[in-house]
């Protein structure tokens, strides 16, 4: 069977447990990058891959690397690549490309160049000038790196963040890649019990009952909120074959919740309320004070919800505009009884994603508002 090499990418911080996942699809890794876990298989793990992998954003299939410090080398390395065996005469490829501290900076003139090689090629192989393009799309890209450019083709079409049950979303929904990351932090298991008392259009209930988790639980303040998540959950049940022991939706302020209900969770995983998407400087402090006191009123409450050697993972929100500020409640909680984990060991091991106080950072670049993944026991 053919070997191909294959690259996973992931937000930053969130490598080696896309790394345990390809493991345990039972794939070979390569090397482990910032944001790349690169691994090889064959036609099925392509398949496989973007199915199963939960903490991914895409699979690329990887077609060549080389050194590439002018134009003719690009060209001609890119023209030498076997692309024919990849792309059918009627491919449609579009590329797109990125290039860090490399020489060849210009991305327009890097992805013409490719274009250009990959079309002569083709011609080559397929002996006529002229393609349509009118088939399937093979989005090919050429990514420089100090020098370095390498080539792929994106084999997962929108991403594999946006699988197919969101049809509805609330405003601002989770990545389902960092939401599964999160269950895996909560070391689950099937039987546990989990809710998510923030829980939007319920992208963190369903990573959860993907990954088979059987008793599930999702609240939120808005009602709409709830609507989408059990219509998003009707659908996960209609196209695939999961079975659950529960699953229960219902309305409620997260400052209220042990009042309506009277189950014990063994997980909370939550992205509570952030904040405004957009936020001014001059803002910040403000928001941070509105935002302790929504999350120590929550803690208070999972006090109540939560079942003895109950785990919670959450997110806070990180305003990082000159330089971090986190909510200042770290050590309230702590006086409240809830005692911090710091064990990320299926977390990257790279030091710029843990933040000063050992938890998991991740953002997209350019981003102001960060987000921190802190996981808590109650222990008094
Ligand atoms: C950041 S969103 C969660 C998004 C969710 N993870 C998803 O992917 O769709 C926060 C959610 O908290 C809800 N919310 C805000 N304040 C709340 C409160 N006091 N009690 C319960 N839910 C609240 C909002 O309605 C919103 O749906």
């Not at 390569?30 to 973007?50: L, P, Q, S, Y």
């Not at 219509?231 to 919740?257: G, M, T």
């Not at 991740?362 to 026991?377: C, G, S």
Request: positive net charge; hydrophobic residues 35%; contains cysteine.
């Amino acid at each position: 069977m053919d070997k191909y090499e294959l690259i996973a990418t992931t937000t930053f911080g969130v490598e080696s447990i896309v790394k345990q996942e390809v493991k345990d699809l039972g794939y070979d890794i390569k090397e482990v990058k910032n944001g790349k876990i690169v691994f090889t298989g064959d036609e099925k793990a392509i398949c496989r891959a973007n199915i199963w992998l939960r903490s991914a954003e895409r699979v690329l299939l990887k077609i060549g690397e080389f050194p590439a410090t002018d134009f003719d080398q690009l060209y001609e390395s890119c023209k030498s690549l076997p692309w024919s065996e990849y792309l059918p005469e009627d491919a449609s490829f579009p590329v797109t490309g990125k290039s860090v501290k490399s020489e060849l900076h210009h991305v327009p003139s890097c992805q013409s160049i490719v274009k250009k090689a990959i079309v002569d090629n083709m011609q080559n192989k397929y002996k006529k000038k002229w393609f349509d393009e009118d088939g399937p799309e093979y989005k090919i890209e050429v990514a420089l790196l100090k020098d370095e450019a390498t080539l792929t083709i994106d084999t997962s079409g929108w991403g594999l963040h946006k699988r197919g049950y969101r049809d509805l979303t609330t405003k601002a929904p989770l990545q389902e890649t960092i939401a599964a990351a999160m269950i895996y932090l909560s070391r689950w298991d099937k039987d546990r019990i989990l809710i998510d008392p923030f829980c939007g259009s319920g992208t963190i209930l369903i990573s959860a009952a993907l990954l088979g988790i059987k008793n599930i639980y999702g609240s939120d303040k808005d009602k709409k909120s709830i609507i989408y998540t059990q219509n998003n959950f009707n659908w996960l049940i209609r196209n695939s074959n999961i079975s659950l022991n529960k699953a229960k939706f219902f309305r409620s302020d997260v400052r209220k919740i042990s009042q309506n209900t009277n189950q014990k969770f063994n997980l909370i995983v939550t992205e509570p309320y952030l904040g405004p998407l957009k936020i001014k400087k001059q803002d910040v402090d403000q928001q941070i004070n509105k935002l302790s006191e929504l999350y120590l009123k929550a803690f208070k409450e999972f006090k109540h919800i939560l079942s003895k050697k109950g785990k919670i993972v959450i997110i806070f929100p990180v305003f990082d505009f000159d330089k971090r500020h986190f909510l200042p409640i770290l050590k309230d909680l702590n006086k409240m009884g809830w005692k911090q984990e710091f064990d990320f060991s299926t977390l990257s091991n790279y030091k710029n994603h843990l933040s000063k106080r050992n938890t998991l950072l991740y953002f997209r670049l350019n981003q102001e508002v960060l987000r921190e993944v802190l996981i808590f026991h109650y222990n008094k």
